[in-house]
C-alpha cells in the first residue's frame, strides 16, 4: 500500500485510519454466537442487554432472520455488538484516540461511531438505539411504505424518475448504488417504470427509513435527547447528513436525532474520507456491507472487515498499520475550531478582528466545489490564535482557531 501524500487542502499525510459502523440488515442469524464464546465479551455484552432491556443474547445467538429483522431488535443488536467489538480492538478506549482518525456509521450505525467518538457512553447509546427502534417500528406501522434498492443506472435519469414517482433517495451508497423509499403504490410505480439500464432488488424492510414518514421518531427521540449530556469527540465524527466533520457533540446529537428522517448520504463520507487521504477502512462486526462499497468507491484503499472474534489480531494489526498520532486537541483549556469539510476557507471581518467571540459567532466559510459552509465558535471564547490564514486551502477537520474558554460566553 503506498503513502498517502500530503493533500493539497491541507490533508494529513503518511496513513489514515478510518472506522465505520454497518446499519440495518447487516445482521444474519447467529452471528453472535463466536463472540459470546468469550467470558469477557459476554459479560459486557450481557451488560448492554441489560440498559437496552432487551435479551440482545438470545437475538444474537438463537433467534431466527425474521425476528431480528424487526426495526425495534436489529438496532439495538448491532450497536451493541459494535461497542462491544471495539473494546476487542481497543481494550485501552483512550489508545484508539492516537490512532483513529475519522469514524462514521450508516444510518444506526451512526450511534455506534457517536459513542466510539466518546459523544455519547455505550448506555446513553443504548437507551438512545432502544427507543430509536421502538419509535421507527411504530412509524413504519403508521402507512404502507417500504425502500427499494436501485443499482446501476446513470446517477441523474435514477433521480428524476424517483422524483417523479414522488420517491426519495434514502440511502445514497455511491455510484449506482441508491435505495428508493416511499409507498408501497409509489415503489410499485417505480417497478412498472423503473430507470434505464437499472435492476431494482425490493428490500425486506418494515418502512420508508430516512424519509418524512419517520418525522413522529424524530418528534419522540428529540425529546429523549434534550436530557443526554454530550462531549466533543475526541476523533472526527463524519455525518450522513452532509459527509461533514463535526466538532461539536450538541450537534452531534442533534443531526443523530435529525438523521432518522433524512436521507443517508453515505457516497458524501466516503468523498470526506477521500479528502483525509484515507488508506485503510476497518469496518465493525457484522462486517462486509460497507467495507464492499469502499472497495468499489476509494480505489486503493485497503479494507478490514472484523466478522468473527478470531480475526482480532489481524483487526489489531490493521490498526497499527494505518493509524498514526490523530487525536484532536481536547484539552479544556482550549477550545478548537475546525473545518468541516475540504475546501478554501475565508474567514470573516468581524471574526478576524476580534479578540472574544461570543458563542455561535460566525468565523467564515469553508467553500467548495459543490457549496459554502459557514463555521461558527459553537463554544464561543477568548481568540488565543488562528491556526490558518484567509483563503488558505483546508481538509475536513483541520483545526482554524484556538479559542480559551470564557466565563459566560458559552
Avoid at 452471528?31 to 432491556?53: G, M, N, Q
Avoid at 463535526?246 to 458524501?268: E, K, M, N, T
Wanted: charge should be negative; charged fraction near 20%.
Amino acid at each position: 500500500m503506498p503513502e498517502a501524500s500530503r493533500d493539497p487542502a491541507g490533508g494529513q499525510s503518511g496513513t489514515v485510519l478510518v472506522i465505520v459502523a454497518p446499519g440495518q440488515g447487516a445482521q444474519t442469524p447467529g452471528f453472535l454466537a463466536p463472540w459470546l464464546e468469550d467470558p469477557e465479551f459476554r459479560i459486557r455484552f450481557e451488560w448492554l442487554s441489560t440498559v437496552a432491556s432487551l435479551d440482545l443474547v438470545h437475538y444474537g445467538t438463537e433467534a431466527d432472520a425474521d425476528a431480528i429483522r424487526a426495526t425495534e431488535i436489529a438496532q439495538p443488536l448491532l450497536v451493541a455488538t459494535g461497542l462491544v467489538a471495539a473494546l476487542g480492538i481497543f481494550p485501552h478506549p483512550t489508545d484508539a484516540f492516537g490512532k483513529v482518525s475519522a469514524v462514521a456509521g450508516h444510518s444506526v450505525g451512526e450511534l455506534t461511531a457517536a459513542a466510539g467518538a466518546r459523544v455519547i457512553t455505550a448506555e446513553q447509546a443504548m437507551v438512545l438505539v432502544r427507543e430509536r427502534g421502538k419509535a421507527m417500528a411504530e412509524a413504519a406501522a403508521v402507512t404502507a411504505t417500504g425502500m427499494t434498492a436501485v443499482l446501476g443506472g446513470d446517477r441523474e435519469n435514477v433521480l428524476a424518475v424517483l422524483e417523479k414517482h414522488g420517491l426519495v433517495a434514502a440511502n445514497d451508497n455511491g455510484p449506482g448504488q441508491v435505495v428508493a423509499a416511499g409507498t408501497l403504490e409509489e415503489l410499485q410505480a417505480l417497478a412498472d417504470e423503473p430507470p434505464e439500464k437499472a435492476r431494482l432488488v425490493p428490500l425486506s424492510v418494515a418502512g420508508a427509513f430516512h424519509t418524512r414518514h419517520m418525522e413522529p421518531a424524530v418528534a419522540h427521540l428529540g425529546s429523549l435527547a434534550r436530557s443526554v449530556s454530550v462531549h466533543d469527540p475526541r476523533t472526527r465524527f463524519v455525518s450522513n447528513r452532509d459527509g461533514q466533520v463535526v466538532h461539536d457533540g450538541h450537534d452531534v446529537l442533534r443531526r443523530l436525532v435529525g438523521q432518522i428522517a433524512s436521507p443517508v448520504r453515505w457516497d458524501l463520507c466516503m468523498d470526506t474520507f477521500a479528502d483525509l487521504g484515507v488508506t485503510g477502512v476497518l469496518e465493525m462486526p457484522p462486517a462486509g456491507t460497507l467495507t464492499g462499497i469502499a472497495k468499489r468507491a476509494l480505489k486503493g484503499v485497503e479494507t478490514f472487515a472484523l466478522k468473527t472474534p478470531d480475526q482480532l489480531d489481524g483487526a489489531r494489526a490493521f490498526c497499527d498499520k494505518h493509524g498514526e498520532f490523530a487525536e484532536l486537541d481536547t484539552s479544556p483549556t482550549w477550545r478548537m475550531v475546525v473545518s468541516p469539510a475540504k475546501g478554501t476557507f475565508h474567514i470573516a471581518a468581524e471574526a478576524a478582528a476580534a479578540d472574544l467571540l461570543p458563542s455561535g459567532s460566525p468565523i467564515g466559510e469553508v467553500a467548495s466545489l459543490r457549496d459554502k459552509i459557514s463555521v461558527t465558535a459553537t463554544h464561543g471564547g477568548q481568540v488565543v490564535e488562528w491556526l490558518i490564514e484567509d483563503g488558505d486551502l483546508v481538509s475536513p477537520g483541520q483545526p482554524l482557531l484556538r479559542l480559551h474558554p470564557e466565563g459566560g460566553t458559552s
